[in-house]
């Protein structure tokens, strides 16, 4: 019987990917520019969708009660009042150096600091301490414990598990250990060595495994369903995970705000966000889309290897199709973005609401690490760096489209999104969510600084 399904599927892939000339160019690993034909008008798509604004309201308030706890556990968070957020920076070097005269013809850019997040110095704070902390206020409500009071000792009788590539597993690990639980985290092979030993350096059990993240996912799962003491974090599916990282969309329209940047349909915010399973960078689109609606863009960014979501999207297939059914190896030294197959839950959500994808190769991520370091000073992990391909793809598709003797090579929906954005491009404002780094070893970043693919 799988076997049958099997050939079905391969099949049905085949004559999708017949059909479609930028999936052949993905299954041949070449970098794409896709825009998502799918996208609709916000307000058409609203209230058709699973969670909505009081979901983000709600998980921000939950955020605010906790406060007081993560000052007194984590007292780097002092600075803020408990409340775990980045900074907003403009960065007009890095975009010089992107992009040739680049600021007066295509607005500004600015980098979202989720690379120096407290705690877990990565975008995984948002989700995974967020879910932490609602399963732990389930716990003391269930439990009658009086307001407000976490003992260690009543936790440590609980399981924390999650299966990670490594940044999810130090968030969910730092915080549960932090709070007294058992943290189990299984991890993938792509799983770098300092994390491990970070983790373990911080009480967490680490579990290795020779498998890609899906291995480890279906591991842990499978050892925490066993349990009943045991809590599973699952990254592929978890509704409490998107909404932790959706309440960012709050905070950065204070944050515009407070810079004076307007956002409206003539100044556009396009938004770039490395993707791996798709729960950080959905829940943060899916927050901009409640907040700012049609006058924000948000583009996920793949490698070139494991583009997971672009190729659950552009099937339609969601979390029925792996990057390996259609000939890629899922192998990339983007570690936090080496996920074969996307979450369904997430790519559902995503589809009427994202405005398109760019694939980028490894050796480029190491280029743009070193451009950010050279013009800015300023050191994120590769995986991080993905998001600087976005407005070099975006760009570059615009300026392609422009030239009408290429209109052929130029696929209308292509064509349509983006002149919609070129035309407004001067008064736009760029945002690349840079989202790891913080935790690298200086040995390490001076590693990734002296590395040259080819
Ligand atoms: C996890 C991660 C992402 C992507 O988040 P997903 O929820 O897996 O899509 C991007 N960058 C870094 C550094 C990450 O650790």
Redesign the pocket.
Known sequence: MKAIMEITMDKKLNEIIKESPILKQVAEGTEVFWTNPKIQRFDSVKDSLPVGMEDIKDAEARLQRFAPLIMKLFPETKKRNGIIESDLVEIPNMWDSLVRDAGSNFGRLFLKMD?DLDVAG???AR?GIYEVLKHTEELAIENGLPNGEFPREFFSKYKIQVGS????GMSIGIMSAALGYQAIVHMSCDAKQWKKDYLRAHGVTVIEYEGDYGEAVAQGRAESDADPMSYFVD?ENSKD?FMG?AVAALRLKGQLEEKGVVVDEDHPLIVY??????????GIAFGLKEVYGDNVYVYFVEPTEAPC?LVGLATGLHNEVSVQDIGLSGQTH????A?SRP?GFVGKVMEPLLSGEMTVVDSKLYDYLRMLRDTEGIFI?P??C?GFQGPVALLNAADKCRANAEKDSCPPDVMNDTTRIKEKLPGATHIVWA???RLVPQDVRDEFYNTYLR
Request: charged share 10%; net charge negative; aromatic share 2%.
């Open positions: 690379s990565s975008v995984k989700g590539t490594g940044n999810l990254d995970l990282y966000i490395p993707c791996g399973v798709g729960g950080a960078p959905g979501m983007a570690d936090g973005l996920v979450s992990e995986s991080s993905a989202t790891g780094g």
